[in-house]
């Protein structure tokens, strides 16, 4: 663990990212531009890319329309798509608030993914709007990102689009903290020598992510009845009839199918005796206590998820007993970051031409990822990589794509050694024509 630091220089640490994106958001006016791919040797050249050269592909796609995946870029083309509703702890900041954070989704997207990603913040937040908007730009995406909408609508449009949408559909809050805290729990399980079918897990908090965590642990092979689940009302159980009602399905559900030992109470209820406890919850500190981490089984594991400030201080986890702790943030081990994930996931499916990301595809991620620290050797403070270990996202590709022909919803069938290759490829060159922008001057460093 490092060391412990003090309130002001914990302030410091965590304001000075703020600053500095006040400063450098105005010097570049946002952090995308298009660019073209495709030669420009002389103005003779537009004939072929416009007309009259364009309508000969236009016409083979009329005859043949899985040739757009051929003649255009819709199959590396990602749609990010948010109502502003739910943004990084912000809350209901609206579309164009939000619109930063889906430009530096973007930048992800492309820098560690390879991955053409457009910030799309629409004006509405209606479900049934959100919906058809989605369906009608399908023919030019080959992926939609929903990103920062609130429940319990980002259930219903994530569940729709996968269901009525022929390509992939992903909600980074749900499926992506869902399979990185996936990869996690593998290898911090594997640090402790405890089974996955074994262990009693609390769960605080009952938002969408910690849902949609639930879901694909129990798809991954841990007992739904060995989950207890904490919203704000308590303990989800039998007797919440609270949650028997129109709007609360998915929570209903877990009242019916967890929690064993029909435990009720709080926090501490749900916490004491478990061996791992997943929180993504209200920031910190103090949410969580150290006497109900102390109430926990030997070898106790700890995430605390809530951003920017864990439900419970880290040293303070292990002061209390736990051997494992992770957080969303950076300055501490065990880092639990989406973008590990949604770069590498989107490129398998995108490989492949995918017609959804199942969750099948999810757990191969997250098991991938898990192998790809446990490769460079496992310990309490190093249970899943970080963002900087750029080589794990081919690897999590090919694990995705896999898995995809696998199950029957690609379009494009390659060989293992083909998808890692061009996965590496279109990684590195997206990494390579950075720093080949900065270093020629078309990307200007800003002011230090």
Known sequence: MKKKMNVEELLAKATKPNADAMRLHPFYRGKLEVSPKCRIKDYDDFAIWYTPGVAAPCLDIKKNPEKVFEHTNKGNFVAIISDGSRVLGLGDIGPHAALPVMEGKAII???LGG??????????KDTEEIIKFCKQIEPTFGGINLEDIAKPKCFTILDRLRAEMNIPVWHDDQQGTAAITLAGLINALKVVGKSRKDV???MIGAGASN???SRMMITAGFPA?????VDT?????????????PGNETKWKMCLNSNREGRTGGIPEAIKGTHVCVALSTPGPGVIKKEWIATMEKDAIVFVCANPVPEIWPWEAEEAGARIVATGRSDFPNQVNNSLGFPGIFRGALDIAAKTITDEMCIAAAEELAKCAEDKGLSEQYIIPSMSEWDIFPREAVAVAMKG???GVARIVKTKEELYDHAYKIIKRSQ???????KDGFVLMGEE
């Open 405 to 407: 022909i696998e199950q």
């Open 432 to 438: 390579e024509m950075v720093t080949a922008h900065m």
């Open 211 to 213: 849902i949609a965590i």
């Open 200 to 202: 009693l897990i609390s």
């Open 109 to 111: 997207f492309k820098y």
């Open 233 to 245: 009302q308590g303990i989800l159980h039998k007797g919440r009839k609270d949650l028997d009602t």
């Open 225 to 229: 009845e060995n989950i207890i689940m």
């Open 115 to 124: 991955v053409d990603a457009f910030p799309v913040c629409v004006g509405t």
